[in-house]
């Protein structure tokens, strides 16, 4: 199906992280980076109508030096977001990774930081994941040493969670904490937050207390082997069904295979887990290149992904079926994307310098698209089957 969207030009401003924090209030991280582009590194908030107008309310300019927001997420009044500190601190070991910013009256402002993330000048390294539980009351930050965290305090939950496989992506249920690394999902039993007693941050990266409880592994999930296997696949995404706690969405990307010289195409897989037992009960290949962004809206009816492509596209998330595709939606692949909160607005990023926002009209948002289209077919076979029935009779067949 096809639906209205709009693009908007941020000059010198590539995208890198978006969260909604309510219908229409959108926060969208980026800049130039730690280099010395000469492009600023910002966090932006728009008011989005639905007619896909973008009214940019406020910025906040970061000090010079300080890297683009990479990651982000909100609860509604507050955004986190992972953004390393200027080369100068990096070098003192002090980083000041895992920063929040209060959002109130239109105007954003600097509330706390913490680090969690030691980063040398020339590293690399950054906050790729950044994740707030359903209740708000904890965040996960880092990229192969995970952090939980209280929120907002940024206060250590448990000790951090080292893993040896590049982590992609985090997801909370009421009672675990699943971390999707590029080989596998792991599950971890989340503490009793309320035995943990916060106290003041302080700077750089904290020597956290052994008093604080351990992330415990109860289960490790391989890439399923009809993808290949971790030497096939690698994950890319995981989100929890955000009222359903039983079902998990996965991305896969293949990993091409270079033998012979000659290099096969990088396809993109969802699957859709019940997590239960653990069995994949649907998969979905979505294209040829591979999955760069993706997110489940607030009501569970939508999955959207951003493809190296180029394109943005729209999954049922019962069914997997798709449900529409903008094709070269941005430049460069899209890094970002964020449903508003009552799931009527899609909005992707890039760092093309834009967004671009997607209007999700009902018959889209419905989780039962797919059945109402079923019933819609079979209803013009019905008709016409009637119809001949009605022409046969009158010519007396």
């Excluded at 930081?113 to 539980?133: A, F, I, N, R």
Aim: hydrophobic content about 40%; some cysteine.
């Amino acid at each position: 199906m096809r639906v209205a969207h709009t693009s908007h030009a941020l000059p010198a401003f590539p995208v890198y992280s978006s969260a909604f924090l309510s219908q229409n209030e959108l926060v969208v991280g980026g800049g130039g980076g730690a280099t010395k582009s000469g492009i600023k590194n910002k966090l932006k908030l728009f008011k989005v109508a639905k007619d896909r107008s973008a009214e940019q309310l406020d910025e906040f300019e970061l000090a010079i030096g300080e890297d683009a927001p990479m990651s982000m997420a909100t609860d509604g009044t507050t955004v986190v977001c992972g953004l390393n500190s200027a080369p100068e601190l990096l070098g003192k070991g002090e980083n000041e990774n895992c920063r929040v910013f209060k959002v109130d009256d239109g105007k954003l402002s600097f509330l706390r930081s913490q680090g969690t993330l030691s980063v040398k000048p020339d590293d690399l390294d950054y906050q790729k994941v950044t994740v707030l539980s359903p209740d708000g009351y904890l965040a996960v930050a880092g990229p192969n040493d995970l952090s939980l965290l209280l929120y907002p305090s940024l206060m250590p939950a448990a000790q951090s969670l080292k893993v040896d496989k590049e982590i992609y992506d985090a997801t909370f249920t009421k009672s675990t904490l699943i971390v999707a690394t590029t080989a596998e999902l792991r599950v971890y039993t989340l503490p009793e937050t309320k035995s943990v007693s916060p106290s003041k941050p302080k700077k750089g990266k904290q020597k956290v207390s052994t008093s604080l409880p351990s992330l415990v592994c109860e289960r490790v999930i391989a890439i399923p082997s009809s993808l290949g296997g971790p030497s096939g696949s690698s994950f890319r995404a995981a989100k929890i069904h955000p009222t359903l706690g039983t079902i998990l969405y996965a991305v896969a990307n293949t990993i091409p295979n270079r033998s012979r010289g000659k290099s096969t195409a990088r396809q993109a897989h969802v699957l859709k887990w019940n997590t239960e037992n653990w069995t994949v009960e649907k998969t979905r290949k979505v294209g040829d290149r591979g999955i760069t962004c993706f997110s489940v809206s607030p009501d569970g009816n939508l999955l959207g992904y951003g493809s190296s492509d180029l394109s943005v596209g729209l999954l049922d998330a019962a069914t997997l079926n798709p449900v529409s595709t903008i094709l070269k939606a941005h430049e460069f692949p899209p890094t970002t994307l964020a449903f508003s909160t009552d799931s009527s607005i899609l909005v992707s990023g890039s760092a093309d310098n834009s967004i671009r926002v997607i209007n999700l009209p009902d018959q889209v948002r419905g989780s039962n698209w797919s059945f109402f289209m079923l019933i819609i077919l079979t209803l013009i076979v019905l008709l016409l089957a009637y119809t001949a029935q009605r022409y046969s009779n009158t010519l007396g067949w």
